[in-house]
């Protein structure tokens, strides 16, 4: 009889201690170790840096249009290390002239997740070289040549092109477009659409290279050839010649080649910010200035580059969505045109990005 208890217990105890590993070993083992996190980590920490960038953005932009100074914060780098730990232990002890014996369990599972995440400030030569130089030419017009429509590239990228003024806001001061810059965008848009424009990068004699702009005549029907000609005496082109090289500027020295004024990124956020819908009580209290809109010019029809809408409440379909101060800013996820836009001035900021990327500080990471 007492062999039987003793056995009986031995059995017990076995069990438990089988019962409590199993428990053990689906508590830490819940969530997944390994190769597996690479799958859910990437795309998790993908998506969380692409909606912090935007709303960075969004954030600036408002700031500009409030005279508040932009901040631009980049992640640098992302490391995220796990650790799993688990142990258990068991005993049983009984004597053969005692009735009752004795057992012990004791588990401990240790689970934990240290991503490590730099930040880096946009100063010095890096703020200079991203956000207050000047885009190139050349990369505005290869943006063209990759089928991005030369309207959209013009009015956000070039603040004059042989003299024709684009719409100026929420710099010195807001100065509306002259008219036959639209005008200009237009055809180029048509001629565009025909393929009949085009853009080459050639080296210069001093083994530098420009961009090309040129016209294609042969094999073009009349529609657009005439608006190649009305192109060209917008911009007071030679009409003998098809190639014209492209340099920064404001006036071309003569009628050989093509001059962009273009823009820098702060050029950009500027005129973009001046698009925002601001609450009239601010308008009213001089906290910012009214919107400039043009619907119409020269018989064309304006479109604003973007809408941001502004409001008390919290934004239902909102693409995007800031708050600063009292009010929500946000672009709506049902306005194709508007998220399109600022999907481009996103893409902008990784073109100005030129030159060497500055270093992120060496981080030493244990492998035990």
Known sequence: MLRSKINFDAHVAVRALWTALVSLLCLTGCRGIGPGTIARDRFDYTLAISDSWKRQTLLNLVKIRYADAPVFLEVSSVISQYLLETELQGSLAWNAFLPLGSQNITGRGRYADRPTITYLPLTGEKFTRSVLTPLPPSAILSLIQSRWRADLAFRVCVQSINGIDNHSGGRLAERPADPDFYRLINLLVKIQESS?????????????????????????????????????????????????????????????????????????????????????????????????????????????????????????????????????????????????????????????????????????????
């Open 196 to 368: 009949d424009v085009g853009v080459r990068i050639a080296t210069t004699p001093d083994k530098k290279q420009a961009a090309v702009m040129f016209f294609r005549t042969k094999g073009v029907d009349s529609e657009t050839a005439d608006r190649i000609e009305q192109v060209r005496k917008l911009l007071g082109l030679n009409p003998e010649q098809q190639e014209f090289p492209v340099v920064y500027g404001a006036l071309a020295k003569d009628d050989m080649e093509i001059a962009i004024l273009s823009r820098s990124m702060m050029d950009i956020l500027f005129e973009l910010a001046s698009y925002i819908e601001v609450p009239a009580a601010h308008l009213a209290e001089n906290r910012t200035f009214a919107t400039i809109t043009e619907d119409t010019v020269a018989g064309i029809e304006i479109t604003p580059l973007i809408r941001i809408q502004s409001g008390t409440e919290v934004p239902s379909y909102a693409f995007v969505a800031v708050r600063y101060r009292d009010h929500w800013y946000w672009i709506d996820d049902r306005e194709l045109s508007s998220k399109r836009l600022f999907s481009f001035l996103m893409f902008l900021f990784s073109l100005a990005e030129t030159g060497e990327r500055q270093q992120a500080p060496v981080l030493t990471i244990p492998a035990g």
